[in-house]
């Protein structure tokens, strides 16, 4: 059994930043990708980034300059720094976690609200 559980969001202002994590707790040693999407109300989901077991990472159009993600492999830990964040970067975020044969866990959400 594995669980992802997001910490982090909350309320801040436009150009403010936060730090979103996601722990990974069970059984499974290690994850080929870590990442994030994100669900604005009355939107799909949307992917915003991962990283891979070899630290390299991809990043949506929508956050590149503005988002870094990074993990921690020994503690099964990813992170999500975004800075100068903007109104429309409001949604719930979500982690997920992949293993190599394409199977992917995911998180239960935290949300995150950019408002003056």
């Known amino acids: 059994q594995v669980q992802l559980v997001e910490s982090g969001g909350g309320l801040v202002q436009p150009g403010g930043s936060l730090r979103l994590s996601c722990a990974a707790s069970g059984t499974i040693t290690g994850f080929y990708i870590m990442g994030w999407y994100r669900q604005a109300s009355g939107k799909e989901r949307e992917w915003v980034a991962r990283v891979f077991s070899s630290g390299s990472a991809d990043y949506a159009d929508s956050v590149k300059g503005r988002f870094t993600i990074s993990r921690d492999n020994a503690k099964k830990q990813v992170y999500l720094q975004m800075n100068s964040l903007k109104p429309e970067d409001t949604a719930i975020y979500y982690c997920?976690?992949?293993?190599?044969?394409?199977?992917?866990?995911w998180g239960q959400g935290t949300q995150v609200t950019v408002s003056s």
């Open positions: 997920y976690a992949q293993l190599s044969s394409g199977y992917n866990y």
